[in-house]
């Protein structure tokens, strides 16, 4: 499977991202926050930390600078500053600053909220990324996301991801054809499922789930060479990857990867089978945020 470690979030998908969260928060466009224009006089100029309160690994970041720039242009103020102390994919302890922003006080606390939703969210994906790929290292397995992720952040939580140490899956249903048991018995059988998809889609990549060693190996046959092994125990397991990997000087190089019911307990447990990748949905649908917070240095009284 094709890595995408170094793969950028979009600039015009942040773009998106950053206008709706902000509709969301000021109402429709420009919008406003009535407690901060009332109290801060819009030529007020300040400086704000952007903290961890947590230990975690850093992501998101990329998208401060947008967010800080859309609200600029909505209050019609000139744009604050962002300095990155960090980049995405570090390891931040309590109290590390993550960013030095300088600009319209305004701006920063109008900014402050969409801004940690953002990065508090993508942080504690990473965050959870991060101890999987740390439980697995060493052991040639790599985790990999699944599509159970928040509408409309996909992209983003799916970066997190990448940040703290994983491997994206498939972005979506339109990128890579995954023959799940419903599929088969809509078509009869793994050879039809697979036949039909090469005849309508031949440019994508196929991957077949598998629950037993009997659907593992007919799924071979048929000319998969991704194998999803679903909620099998480690015994079974063994079986499976040892009957695949025996076939591989006829077949050519099969990926195989364990799902269902991991927990962090088992990670190496699971990598000691030979399977190349852990599916985890738990890092992208149940990951706590990691404890971001903004705090406005006190302008200096005359």
């Known amino acids: 499977m094709s890595s995408m470690e170094d793969v950028p979030l979009d600039a015009a998908w942040i773009a ?3 206008a709706a969260a902000l509709d969301e928060d000021l109402g429709p466009e420009p ?4 407690t901060t224009q009332a109290t801060i006089p819009p030529g007020d100029s300040g400086v704000a930390h952007l903290v961890a309160r947590a230990a975690g690994v850093a992501a998101g ?3 401060v600078p947008e967010v800080l720039a859309q609200v600029a242009r909505r209050l019609g103020l000139p744009p604050a500053s962002c300095e990155q102390s960090v980049a995405d994919g570090s390891r931040v302890a309590p109290g590390d600053v993550l960013a030095v922003l300088t600009g319209p006080v305004q701006v920063l606390l109008v900014a402050e909220r969409t801004m940690l939703n953002l990065t508090s969210r993508a942080s504690g994906v990473a965050s959870h990324t991060r101890r999987w790929a740390d439980a697995l290292d060493g052991t040639g397995a790599r985790v990999l996301d699944t599509r159970k992720t928040t509408p409309g952040l996909r992209a983003l939580e799916k970066y997190a991801v990448r940040c703290g140490g994983g491997t ?4 979506g249903l339109y990128d890579v054809a995954m023959i799940k048991d419903n599929h088969v018995v809509a ?3 793994v050879a039809a499922a697979v036949a039909a ?3 309508r889609f031949p440019d994508v990549a196929i991957q077949v789930e598998a629950d037993t060693l009997g659907q593992a190996l007919e799924a071979l046959a ?3 060479r991704f194998l999803l092994l679903d909620n099998m125990a480690t015994p079974l ?10 076939r591989e000087p006829q077949t050519g190089r099969v990926e195989l990867e364990a799902t269902g019911n991991l927990t962090l307990d088992r990670a190496r447990e699971v990598a000691g089978t030979g399977v190349d990748y852990l599916s985890v949905g738990a890092l992208t649908h149940s990951s706590p945020i990691l404890d971001l917070a903004l705090d406005l240095t006190p302008a200096p009284r005359s």
């Open 16 to 18: 998106r991202i950053v």
């Open 31 to 34: 919008g406003r926050d009535v």
């Open 61 to 63: 970041l990329v998208v």
């Open 168 to 171: 994206n899956k498939r972005m």
């Open 187 to 189: 078509t009869g059988s």
């Open 197 to 199: 998809v090469r005849a």
């Open 222 to 224: 048929s000319g998969a």
């Open 237 to 246: 397991l063994h079986e499976v990857v040892e009957a695949v990997r025996a």
